[in-house]
């Protein structure tokens, strides 16, 4: 998926699928949550839908072109996540799905 490069230094290892989603509850309607490779669908249902809105801020929209591609992002995200401190949730507002969000160098241990 153009807009993300992958550090070809760096072999993607999928975390250990028993261990605990990170979810953080920031205020009554909003939780964010780990993504997971069962976000795909709603995230690129919503850039397909959205798409000439939001590729004027977001340059990797113009790249999204099925599925597959989104699953390649969730998926190195999901590899890379643990290993590289860099986490991307999913925004629920209301429980219902509102976009993502990217932390980068995040140390989980100290919240």
């Given amino acids: 998926m153009p807009g993300f490069t992958m550090n070809s230094d760096f072999v993607p290892q999928l975390p250990d699928p028993n261990r605990p989603i990170i979810t953080l509850q920031v205020s ?8 997971g490779l ?5 995230i690129f249902e919503t850039i397909d839908k959205q ?12 790249g999204t072109n099925n599925l597959h591609d989104t699953r390649s992002f969730v998926l190195y995200s999901i590899a890379t996540g643990s290993a590289m401190n860099e986490y991307v949730f999913r925004i ?9 969000i990217g932390f980068r160098n995040a140390d989980k241990d100290k919240n």
């Fill in 28 to 35: 009554h309607e909003i939780l964010l949550t780990e993504i």
């Fill in 51 to 62: 798409r000439s809105y939001l590729s004027k801020w977001l340059p990797f929209v113009e």
């Fill in 92 to 100: 629920n507002f209301n429980a219902v799905f509102a976009g993502l």
């Fill in 38 to 42: 069962h976000d795909a669908e709603i």
